[in-house]
C-alpha cells in the first residue's frame, strides 16, 4: 500500500498507465457514499482503478523513472499534478496532456484471486490516499500501512467512522441479529446500511443500536451473484 506524486515532467502522452477497470466502478461509488454519510466530501469521478504490477518502475517516455524502490506492496496511488492556477494549469496540461489532475490506483495481480471484502479494503486504502490525501495511519484500521488480512466485516461502520472521522472508539462487543429480531422492534435505531454488488458478490449488512439494551447488533446478509 503506498501513494506517490508524478513530481517529474514530460510529454503527457509519455505517461503509460492501465486503464481503468469498470469492475471497480461499484466500489468508487459505495465509497463516495460512505464519506458522504460521514460527511466528507471525495469525488472518484477523476480516480482510475486496474489490476497490474504496483511494484513497477514507471517511467516517463520510457526514459525518466516515476517510482523506484516501492517494496513488497499490494497497490499503489499514482497522482498527476494539476493546479487551479491558469497558469498552473497550461504549464500542467504541456507536461502530462489529457493526464494532468488524474489519479490511478494500482492493485496487485493476485488480488483478482482474492475476496470481494479483500479488494475492497484495499481500493478503500488507496482510496484514502487518492481522493482524501490521507497520509498512513498506523494507529488505524484501514489506514494502516500494514496489511493483517483484515475485512471491513462486522466493524464496517466504525473502521469507516475512524477513517473519515479519525473516530477511534469501538463497542466491545457487536452481537448478530436476524431479520425476523426486527419485526414490532421500536428499541432498534438503524445506525448503518450497505448493499452493492462487487466482484461477483452482494455485500449487504445492517447496524442497529438497542436502546433499551444499549448496544450494538450486526445484520448480515452477504449472498453470492453472476453479477
Known amino acids: 500500500m503506498f501513494f506517490i506524486f508524478f513530481y517529474l515532467a514530460g510529454c503527457g502522452i509519455g505517461l503509460n498507465l492501465p486503464k481503468h477497470d469498470s469492475r471497480f466502478n461499484s466500489i468508487l461509488n459505495q465509497f463516495q457514499q460512505d464519506a458522504a454519510f460521514f460527511g ?57 496532456g489529457r493526464h494532468a489532475g488524474d489519479r ?14 479483500e479488494i475492497e479494503i484495499l481500493v478503500y486504502h488507496e482510496l484514502g490516499h487518492c481522493a482524501l490525501n490521507l497520509p498512513h495511519k498506523e494507529d488505524q484500521v484501514i489506514m494502516s500501512s500494514v496489511s493483517n488480512g483484515t475485512v471491513l466485516g462486522i466493524y464496517r461502520y466504525f473502521y469507516l467512522r475512524e477513517m473519515f472521522l479519525n473516530n477511534k472508539n469501538y463497542p466491545l462487543f457487536i452481537y448478530p441479529l436476524e431479520a425476523k429480531d426486527l419485526d414490532d422492534n421500536d428499541n432498534l435505531e438503524l445506525v448503518y446500511q450497505v448493499d452493492y454488488y462487487s466482484f461477483g458478490k452482494r455485500l449487504k449488512n445492517e447496524l442497529y443500536f438497542d436502546h433499551n439494551k444499549e448496544k450494538f447488533l450486526f445484520l448480515d446478509d452477504v449472498v453470492e451473484s453472476s453479477l
Do not use: H
Open 40 to 96: 466528507k466530501n471525495a469525488d472518484t469521478s477523476k480516480i482510475s482503478v486496474a489490476f497490474g504490477n504496483p511494484r513497477k518502475e514507471y517511467e516517463l517516455l520510457g526514459v525518466i523513472k516515476l517510482t523506484k524502490d516501492l517494496g513488497n506492496v499490494d497497490a499503489i496511488c499514482l497522482m498527476v499534478p494539476k493546479d487551479s492556477n491558469e497558469i498552473g494549469k497550461t504549464f500542467y496540461r504541456s507536461m502530462y
Open 104 to 117: 490511478i490506483i494500482i492493485v496487485d495481480q493476485s488480488f483478482q484471486r482474492k475476496t470481494a471484502e
